[in-house]
């Protein structure tokens, strides 16, 4: 009852009684309190209870505050480690400078408080999450250190006292068991319940797990503690079980036991039914395992516990493992000793929820805690991956793992202390294998019936979706530690079951050739089977590699090979292998094979091992050889589109198999074994096996016809080239044959770079790197950048605004191309075969630039690195006579013009030719086997050398062909032509001697006779004459037609005379080499060019090599004798042929054309634009000739008509450009950390939003929306690509655009289209006024009117009322224009008058839209007219045709006399005032007005054509109305005194001539007016006169006064440009002002070549005071006005500066350092995708639900206020920049590109990025000049869901 009471106190007080309890020497009583106290507070069954948490933190900190208590414990943190843990998708850093262990990583805070200039790092998103390694030796430098962990702060913190944490050691443990009863209890089976239950169980206890994780942040002393709490096995046993008395820990400590139950490999029943094997408690687990009892291997397959029900595969092989496994206890059922294990057994059973792997891994910073947990996740390995077998989330699943095992296997110590102690290597191996197993199936390669090997299932879960991939990880990640790599290597029976596991993955996905049907279904199984043997074989391979470099390590290699071979030969045993592989299977996957290639390999080039002794007998090897040539014959079969019915996955597979990432684990150990074959094989053996697998040996005869059996003829010729080439591969590929880790890196590297120029990160990932992940550097003592910088120049990116932007990239140096180009590697090393083509199109460009060869060259022929002695075999293949038979044929046959021979064909045998004279063998003494008849090649050629061979002469040869061959036709001529066979050959042999002395060549034949001597000699005689036989008769066609017959043809060449013949043949000349030409020849000289070259070459080196090859050649050159074959077309003949048969077609089609122009007058032909000017200029009534449209759909030309008008095609947009516009010219910077702000106030926009708020609250609505203009925030903008149609052609249009389904990202419900004939974006047709373009004529001459009879014309013309225009489509189209124009806007944009929707609303945006577009042009000619000429978008402009819909439309509306502005512009009335009776309001004085409004008002609606008089007339006026506005705005300027001087001067000036046109009198009157008005003068405060420092001078005055004015006198000047066609001339910016005062007519007679005065403009129609006071005292009366807000009224500032987006830091860290972390304004997380408006700064989130308002997300609604529907941000997390214009979106490409010019899209590389000025500048003009839409082509909607 104790607890009752205590629970009743105080936490705090209790906290503190019960500290002080404990403290004393006898706390019996105390703790006896504290027990009962806990037993009531925390209570499992009740769940997760806040109070519960309470009670704990205040008994933790004994009676202090929790958060004083957490302080104090922190300051005697001891830790040197940071180990801060970190979850998915947290920004961290990795420094491979610093890095001892590649997987180190740092924190952002231990990163940048570290010093890592110069280094290699890069940022990185985790992916599955990890720890900071900062202060920790094992894994970093110390040099890499921040600050915080560089001092060894352990040694100066103070010990901890006793008694402070004397309440945690007692309360945690009870807390703990808490949790751990809650686990238990929670826990149900996943087959019985919802994985549901198990969030809801770990929602609750979130609170708890929580508090636990912040304990542990607490530092060094609190972790120590847990430790203890943790690892102590007294507690564990007194808690664990739970008091007799409760019955809820009862219940719960036996489901804990039931799921023990089935955590061991083996499950517990098994176990029984393993007979009687239970009696043996250390072998149970292990042996049902290792099926050592019968029993167990019968029962297994019943296993209940096996989720994917796999007993369909039939009595499940489980493989034999060495029963000598170390620890049996692998497989046996966990038993728990503390509370770490059970905590870890029930993450493990939860999967690993994030919350708990954090808190575990919170603790590693603790050394005690470290190993202990290490141990205990090893001894729960085996149970992990059954979870995770079983799991459904297992990608998660899998990271969560990884996470943990990467912090503790990267420690070699650690890792090394496992292994040693706890059998890890022994359990991760039998686990894997484990795991396998549940995937097996027989394997069908070779003997599909009676194969006894199993295979794993590509289509399984478990490989498709990588689950074996965390197992996988860790073990490369141990086995990258020297000392745990040799354990591995020394142990034999470890190595032993590794083979069996590797020999799962030999032999998978099979394929099998379609011959009929295509397949039905593609399998996509093949993605898993290269990922399988990549990470479960390939890595775990080079990772032990790494180990095996220097001769010390010998032994290592010998074992593996050892085993190796066994494994092999057990496998072909297995799969029933006898010596020909199955027809049409094929498997990509030989793990076997590389795993002995690649050990051969190192053994030779690092261990100094001689080869020989590593090698099989020649049975063996030439078992070996089959499946790898196998490969590379299919290889050319699929890309000979034999195996087409398989489906595109088979090239897929093809594809990556040669891929960077695969091609050194698999293309490049299969060719090097090929080339170990073919070095200790028979050649002439290896040779014919070559051509049996490539299926092309019937096409080997002289015959000019054969019959192949299994080739069709489309396909002989890419074989026959598929084999040479492989041949050339085979004797020229130096990789593994010694070529040093440089040369290799640089080969790699120029191949690349041949096939394209290429970025520094797509270089880095093509060159195939050493790919086991933790090595991360590329082999050799080079560095990749030094060898980049070798061999290729970089080319910074390019910036074309219109086009697309380029990244820099590296392109081959000159001497490269030179030198080093090697075809034969970049054949090697392409996936897709037009990269080849690439490659020699580069080639042949550079050829032509630098001069030294113009046609279309050969590749070029490269000289190799000597072959490594081990190796010189090889070179044996090119000296055999089977490969020279093979030349000879078809050098004869491509001469002959025999059938599917090719260039590429004779390339290749020109390239083995040369390749054999530079490579010799050395030792000549090859013993000459007796003659026998069998040997029919000997007959051939006398030796094996290629040299000797060159120039021996063969007379006749016997062929088998078809009756219907032309050889047959010939012979049977020559026998009816003579009876007698005459002597034919120099001997006077008789023809019945050459019958015998004819060669006959079977390839076949040869390679069994082959194959029986080494047979033979390898004394099998079993079934020795039945083998040759049974394949042999396979090449025999089946059924084969009897009309072969044999004939012998007389031939009487040489190889060196069919080269001469050749070169003759190419080059077209019968003597194209002379004996002269042999003497100079120079082979260097050759090294570039065509296949004459070649030749050349060839001929050159075996002249220089052989005096006898010299000799012949001489004879032959004398000789020079026609070529017997009969002339086909050459290549050259077709090409000029061409030529001919173009020259006949183009004149035709020229006709054609003509012909078609005739009988179409509508087809106008386009004439030159010169001509049309001149009958312009000359045309006698100019009214009449009308302006024709060429329609750009139906192609006819004529006028706009009423009823057929034309319209030209536009684009418009919403744009808020203007609204942006600042008066600085710097632009705003971004903010980057929280003292920087953006203040908006100041921009266009803003301001003029405040000001017609001020005067719609003093004046009346109607005139305020004439006095002001709208549209800075959200104008329409009209843009035109200059093309015109009908407007109904372009309705058809529009139809069939929405029938046509295929849509390209427009919308044509929203009446979106592209232009027919530029593909420009475009929405809406302007329709072309009928009549004449431009005003000229009559409207266009100056008249002498006087100006007050000019304002009294304009004042009738105002009267005149708007005429409705008869209903017609022009008027109708009209309107729907302006119906786009107002839908093209958001309302808000729209409405800002008191009554929406009302006349005046209307009224305002249309003369708005005028003026946006005006002001539009300006910023685009750069905020002045000063370049003058016609815009660059003259063609382009529609501001004309803009105008007149504009006007018909305000036509509609008069303005009531009583308030035109006109009347007060040049009358003086005094009558006015009396009318403001009652509570209207009154009118907007005219000093408040906005000018440039005022004139677009006047020009709008007045009718149209206006004359030019009349505009000139009505520019003046208002010019005097700006001008004082300028004066008034100046004076307010003025301090006190300054005014008094200066009304003064004025008042003395005023009585003098010309008074009006001077600025001193007229400012003079200006400030004596204003001063009666109360206060206007008085209520300047400090601010206005900051302008005001220095003393205003004339010169200053007349420059404000200017510059005030010159906004409308640019606008005026551009309406005038565009309604009257006057040209704009340019000028400098001084004179800006009085050009165009000149263009507008406004400088009358006074105009001087000296300073302009801008008063000399003025021109008043009456007394210029009268006028001038009464517009100051509309001002004076506004008794109601404050004076404050009319004075700012008065002081407006027409000038702003061009619109900027905001100014970006050069470093993109900075960024995103402050941002990513941003956390969003309105829910206060941290967004997932933040971003930033470039506009105006805002920070938005991209996609957020959170910001979402009515369905639409938060950029999409930024993009709406902030740009009027175009929005440019910039994605954080990603660098990228998209653009939001209306409905749709793009992505625009990045403006932070890294130090070697490239974007990091999504920041995958990480690198620092820095931003590039050109692109932004591109970025800005495009925003600038709204040509998004045109410039970006992939637009996709957006749903607003962005």
Not at 39 to 50: H, K, Q
Request: glycine residues 6%; contains cysteine; negative net charge.
């Amino acid at each position: 009852m104790m607890a009752a009471s205590l629970l009743r106190r105080d936490k705090k007080s209790t906290a503190a009684h019960l500290k002080a309890d404990l403290k004393r020497s006898d706390n019996s009583s105390g703790l006896r309190q504290l027990q009962e106290l806990l037993d009531s507070v925390l209570n499992a069954e009740r769940g997760s209870d806040p109070e519960a948490l309470e009670w704990c933190k205040w008994l933790l900190a004994g009676g202090d505050g929790f958060d004083d208590f957490c302080r104090t414990v922190r300051s005697y943190d001891n830790a040197t480690l940071c180990g801060l843990v970190w979850t998915a998708n947290f920004v961290a850093y990795r420094c491979r400078t610093c890095g001892i262990s590649p997987c180190m990583s740092l924190c952002a805070e231990c990163f940048n408080n570290g010093d890592h200039t110069g280094h290699d790092f890069n940022m990185f998103r985790s992916q599955a999450g990890g720890a900071c390694d900062c202060g920790d030796g094992n894994v970093m430098r110390e040099s890499g250190f921040c600050s915080r962990h560089r001092l060894k702060t352990g040694e100066n913190v103070p010990s901890v006292p006793r008694d402070l944490l004397l309440m945690s050691e007692m309360v945690l443990p009870r807390f703990i068991i808490t949790i751990i009863q809650y686990l238990r209890d929670g826990y149900t089976e996943p087959e019985s319940a919802a994985d549901r239950d198990l969030q809801k169980v770990l929602q609750q206890l979130e609170p708890h797990i929580s508090f636990l994780e912040e304990l542990t942040k607490m530092g060094g002393a609190m972790r120590t503690v847990l430790t203890k709490i943790l690892t102590n096995q007294q507690t564990f046993k007194e808690l664990s079980m739970g008091q007799e008395e409760n019955v809820y820990a009862k219940r719960n400590y036996e489901k804990y036991l039931s799921a023990l139950k089935s955590s061991g490999l083996v499950s517990v029943e098994e176990k029984g039914a393993g007979a009687g094997a239970t009696d043996t408690p250390s072998g149970a687990g292990a042996l049902s395992l290792l099926g050592a009892t019968a029993a167990a291997s019968e029962e297994d397959s019943s296993k209940e516990e096996d989720p994917d029900g796999l007993q369909g595969v039939g009595q499940r092989k489980r493989v034999k493992l060495s029963s000598s496994t170390k620890d049996p206890s692998i497989m046996d059922t966990l038993k728990h000793k503390c509370f770490l294990e059970e905590l870890l057994f029930w993450t493990i059973k939860y999967e690993f929820p994030q919350k708990m792997v954090t808190f575990l891994l919170n603790m590693l910073p603790d050394q005690d805690y470290k190993i202990t947990f290490t141990k205990t996740f090893v001894q729960h390995y085996a149970f992990i991956m059954k979870t995770l077998m079983k799991s459904h989330e297992s990608d998660t699943m899998s990271n969560r793992i990884v996470h943990i095992s990467v912090q503790l296997f990267s420690n070699e110590e650690l890792a090394r202390h496992v292994t040693e102690e706890c059998q890890l290597l022994d359990i991760m191996v039998t686990v894997l294998l484990y795991m396998m197993e549940s995937c097996l199936i027989k394997s069908e390669l070779q003997d599909e019936e009676n194969n006894r090997h199993v295979v794993v299932n590509c289509g399984e879960a478990l490989l498709k979706n990588n689950t074996y991939w965390p197992l996988v990880s860790d073990f490369i990640n141990i086995l990258s530690h020297q000392s745990v790599a040799k354990r591995f290597l020394e142990d034999h029976s470890l190595l032993l079951l590794w083979m069996s596991f590797v020999s799962f993955f030999q032999g998978m996905n099979l394929n099998k050739r379609e011959l009929n049907e295509h397949v039905e279904f593609e399998s996509q199984t093949y993605y898993a089977a290269f990922a399988a043997e990549l990470e479960a074989c390939a890595q775990p391979m080079w990772g032990l590699l790494t180990h095996c470099k220097v001769k010390e390590t010998q032994e290592y290699t010998k074992t593996v090979v050892r085993y190796c071979l066994e494994t092999l030969q057990m496998w072909f045993d297995a799969i029933g292998f006898v010596d020909e592989p199955a027809l049409n299977q094929l498997t990509f996957h030989l793990p076997l094979h590389r795993y002995y290639a690649m050990f051969l390999s190192k053994g030779v080039k690092c261990q100094g091992l001689d080869l020989d002794s590593l090698l099989p007998d020649q049975e063996m090897l030439m078992k070996i050889m089959v499946h790898p040539l196998q490969i590379q014959a299919s290889l050319s079969e699929i890309h000979s589109n034999m195996w087409v019915r398989n489906g595109l996955q088979i090239k897929g597979q093809a594809m990556t198999y040669v891929q960077s990432h695969f091609c050194n684990s698999m293309i490049d150990p299969d060719i090097y074994l090929l080339q170990v074959c073919a070095s200790r094989l028979d050649p002439d053996y290896f040779i014919s096996s070559v051509f049996e697998r490539f299926k092309v040996v019937d096409l080997l005869t002289m015959a000019s016809q054969h019959q192949n059996a299994v080739l069709d003829s489309e396909q002989e010729r890419p074989m026959l080239e598929g084999a040479l080439t492989f041949l050339v591969i085979l004797c020229s590929l130096r990789i593994h044959l010694g070529m040093s880790d440089d040369e290799i890196l640089r080969a790699e590297m120029v191949s690349q770079l041949c096939m394209n120029d290429r970025t520094h990160s797509s270089l880095l990932d093509l060159i195939p790197e050493n790919p086991n992940p933790k090595s991360g550097v590329v082999p050799g003592s080079c560095s990749f950048e030094e060898m980049l910088s070798a061999v290729a120049d970089f080319k910074a990116p390019v910036f074309e605004p219109g086009g697309s932007m380029q990244q820099g990239m590296y392109t081959p140096k000159a001497e490269v191309w030179e030198k080093e180009f090697d075809p034969i590697m970049v054949i090697l090393r392409t996936v897709y075969r037009r990269d080849v083509q690439s490659a020699m199109d580069r080639y042949a460009a550079f050829l032509k630039q630098s001069g030294v060869h113009t046609g279309n060259p050969w590749p070029p022929y490269k000289e190799r690195t000597p072959l490594h002695p081990c190796y010189k075999g090889l070179v044996r293949l090119l000296h055999c006579k089977t490969l020279h038979i093979v030349i000879f044929t078809l050098l004869y046959k491509i001469w002959m013009d025999h059938q599917n021979m090719s260039e590429h064909v004779l390339c290749m045998v020109l390239y083995l030719i040369e390749l054999g004279l530079d490579n010799q063998v050395q030792d000549d003494k090859v013993e000459e086997e007796p003659c026998i008849e069998e040997h029919c090649h000997d007959s051939w050629f006398p030796g094996t050398s290629l040299l000797s061979n060159l120039h021996h002469v063969i007379n006749f040869v016997r062929v088998r062909v078809p009756e219907t061959a032309p050889e047959v036709e010939r012979k049977r001529e020559r026998e009816r032509e003579r009876e007698t066979p005459p002597s034919t050959s120099s001997e006077s042999s008789t023809f019945g001697q050459n019958l015998r002395e004819a060669q006959v060549f079977s390839l076949v034949a040869e390679r069994r006779r082959k194959f029986q001597e080494i047979i033979n000699r390898s004394n099998h005689e079993a079934s020795q004459a039945v083998r040759p036989k049974s394949s042999s008769s396979r090449w025999l066609p089946p059924g084969s037609p009897p009309q072969l017959v044999t004939e012998i043809l007389e031939i009487r060449e040489s190889m060196l005379s069919l080269l001469v013949k050749l070169h003759q043949k190419l080059s077209a000349k019968q003597n194209s080499l002379s004996l002269s030409w042999l003497a100079e020849v120079d082979p260097a000289h050759h090294a570039h060019g065509d296949g004459l070259t070649a030749i050349e070459r060839i001929l050159a080196k075996a002249a220089a090599r052989s005096r006898h090859s010299k000799r012949c050649l001489q004879e032959i050159c004398g000789k020079v004798c026609p070529p017997i074959p009969p002339k086909k077309n050459s290549p050259g003949d077709k090409k000029s042929m061409d030529k001919e048969e173009r020259c006949v077609c183009v004149p035709r089609f020229i006709s054609t054309q003509k012909y078609v122009y005739f009988f179409h007058p509508y087809l106008k032909l386009p004439e030159s634009p010169e001509t049309d000017a001149v009958m312009d200029m000359g045309s006698a009534e100019p009214l009449d000739s009308e302006v024709l449209y060429d329609c750009v759909i139906c192609g006819q030309s004529g006028p706009s008509t009423e009823d057929r008008p034309t319209g030209l095609v536009v684009l418009l947009q919403a744009s808020s450009v203007l609204g942006h516009r600042c008066r600085s010219d710097t632009p705003k910077r971004l903010p980057t950390t929280d003292e920087e702000h953006i203040y908006p106030e100041d921009t266009c926009g803003a301001t003029h939003d405040v000001r017609l708020s001020l005067m719609q609250r003093y004046f009346r609505d109607s005139s305020c929306l004439q006095s002001v203009s709208i549209g800075w925030d959200g104008g329409v903008y009209v843009q035109t690509c200059g093309h015109t149609l009908h407007i109904d052609c372009h309705k058809s249009y529009m139809e069939s655009l929405r029938n046509d389904q295929v849509l390209q990202g427009f919308s044509v419900d929203k009446g979106e289209f592209t232009c027919p004939l530029c593909r420009q974006f475009a929405n809406s047709v302007l329709p072309c006024r009928p009549g004449r373009g431009m005003e000229t004529g009559a409207w266009h001459t100056p008249s002498n009117k006087s100006m007050s009879t000019l304002v009294k014309e304009v004042e009738d013309l105002q009267e005149q009322l708007g005429i409705f225009p008869a209903e017609s489509n022009l008027s109708k189209e009209m309107e729907s224009v302006i119906k786009d124009i107002k839908n093209t806007t958001q309302k808000k944009y729209m409405d800002y008058g008191k009554n929406p929707g009302s006349p005046d609303n209307d009224f305002l945006f249309m003369y708005s839209v005028a003026r946006t577009n005006l002001e539009l042009e300006l910023v685009h000619r750069g905020g002045n007219l000063c370049s003058g000429g016609a815009s660059a978008a003259a063609k382009r402009s529609c501001l004309n045709q803009l105008f007149h819909v504009l006007a018909m439309h305000m036509r509609l509306y008069s303005i009531d006399s009583a308030y035109n502005p006109w009347t007060r512009l040049t009358q003086s009335t005094h009558s006015r005032d009396t009318e403001y009776c009652g509570d209207e309001r009154p009118e907007v004085p005219m000093l408040f007005r906005d000018v440039p409004s005022l004139l677009i008002i006047f020009i709008l609606t007045m009718p149209q054509p206006l004359r030019k008089e009349h505009f000139t007339c009505v520019v003046k006026v208002l010019y005097s109305l700006q001008y004082t506005q300028a004066l008034a705005a100046l004076s307010i300027r003025f301090s006190c005194e300054e005014r008094l001087a200066w009304s003064n001067t004025g008042a003395a000036k005023k009585n003098t001539p010309n008074s009006d046109i001077s600025w001193e009198s007229l400012l003079g009157h200006v400030i004596s007016e204003l001063t009666k008005a109360k206060d206007v003068y008085d209520t300047n405060s400090e601010e206005t006169f900051v302008l005001s420092s220095s003393v205003w001078s004339p010169q200053s005055i007349e420059f404000s006064l200017q510059q005030f004015c010159l906004p409308f006198l640019r606008l005026s000047c551009l309406l005038q440009h565009h309604l009257y066609g006057d040209s704009l001339p340019g000028c400098l910016v001084d004179e800006e002002f009085s050009l165009l005062s000149g263009c507008l007519g406004l400088a009358g007679s006074v105009q001087s070549s000296g300073a302009m005065s801008s008063a000399a403009c003025l021109e008043w129609n009456i007394n210029a005071f009268d006028l001038i006071s009464q517009w100051c005292s509309e001002v004076i009366t506004l008794s109601d006005t404050p004076t404050q807000q009319s004075v700012s009224l008065l002081v407006q500032d027409p000038q702003w500066a061009a619109p900027r987006l905001l100014h970006l830091p050069d470093n993109y860290n900075t960024i995103f350092q402050y941002y990513h972390r941003k956390s969003c304004t309105s829910c206060g997380k941290t967004p997932k995708d933040p971003a930033l408006c470039l506009v105006c700064g805002a920070f938005v989130c991209l996609k957020g639900h959170c910001c979402k308002q009515q369905g639409v997300c938060e950029c999409v609604l930024h993009s709406q206020h902030c740009g009027a529907a175009t929005g440019i941000f910039l994605l954080i997390n990603a660098s990228v920049i998209i653009i939001i214009r209306g409905h749709r979106f793009c992505l625009w490409g990045s403006v932070y590109l890294d130090a070697h010019g490239e974007e990091d899209r999504d920041l995958r590389r990480g690198k620092p990025l820095y931003l590039c000025e050109e692109r932004y500048r591109v970025l800005e003009q495009q925003w600038v000049s709204h040509t998004f839409d045109h410039i970006n082509k992939r637009w996709g909607p957006h749903y607003n869901g962005l």
